[in-house]
């Protein structure tokens, strides 16, 4: 009687470890999908603020927030772009 009672825990544990593991890839499918997703949104950001900033009339303002340290210490009114080319090339 407990042969039976044994395997029947072990059928159970088996099937609560494939759902698990079934879960457990598709959240790693899921994680690949989003970081592909973020990676051509961040691209499209860096082709656009490179637009902005080639075509954009600068009118550039102290920005009070950055530290003494920082070398980008100007910021655009308009585009909100900071006043250095290379972040943007």
């Known amino acids: 009687m407990e042969q039976k009672s044994n395997t ?21 499918k899921d994680i690949g999908m989003h970081r592909k997703k973020i990676d051509n949104l961040e691209d499209e950001i860096k082709e656009r603020e490179k637009i902005i900033f080639n075509s954009c009339k ?7 927030t950055s530290g003494c340290c920082e070398k980008n210490r100007y910021i655009c009114k308009t ?7 290379y972040f943007y090339s």
């Open 58 to 64: 600068h009118e550039w303002h102290y920005d009070e």
């Open 79 to 85: 585009c909100k772009l900071y006043r250095n080319p």
């Open 8 to 28: 029947g825990d072990k059928m159970h544990e088996s099937t609560e470890l494939m759902a698990n593991l079934n879960i457990l890839n598709q959240c790693k």
